[in-house]
């Protein structure tokens, strides 16, 4: 059975109080990687940003939005440098740091964290530089 995609707004619509951290996130992503492919995923409660719809080989980070918080995750996240200590989880792969707030996104170490994600499966997948 295909996957239900839908739209960013849909995602939004899920969390409403968590717009401004959604849309500071998909801010950063574009900015960071301007041709990324933006996959919203209703079903999923998610939205994910990478080199194509994928979500598990082409895809790097999502955005999940919960109760509390939105959680910024790293699909390979397990293999990135997080020298700021930000990412959380145990699983063998996938890493999130928590967001609560729209300022939280300009922290320099969640955008250096964004661009490694994006540079590792961009290495995984053979993109040459030029397709950055």
């Known amino acids: 059975m295909a996957e239900a995609i839908g739209t960013f707004d849909q995602i939004v619509a899920l969390a409403p109080r968590h717009e ?31 080199w194509g719809s994928k979500k598990l080989s082409e895809a790097y980070a999502c955005a999940l939005p919960y109760r509390d918080h939105v959680n910024l995750a790293f699909y390979r996240g397990a293999d990135l440098l997080d020298p700021e200590g930000l990412l959380r989880g145990t ?14 996104v300009d922290a320099p170490a969640i955008r250096a964290l964004l661009v490694a994600a ?4 961009r290495h995984a997948l053979r993109l040459d530089a030029a397709t950055a």
Not at 22 to 32: G, Y
Not at 91 to 104: D, I, N, S, Y
């Open 91 to 104: 699983g063998k792969a996938m890493r999130h740091v928590p967001l609560t707030a729209p300022e939280q």
């Open 118 to 121: 994006r540079e590792e499966r």
């Open 20 to 50: 401004a951290v959604l849309r500071a996130l998909r801010a950063l992503a574009l900015a960071l990687h301007p041709g990324l492919v933006e996959v919203s995923r209703p079903g999923d409660r998610a939205v994910s940003w990478g």
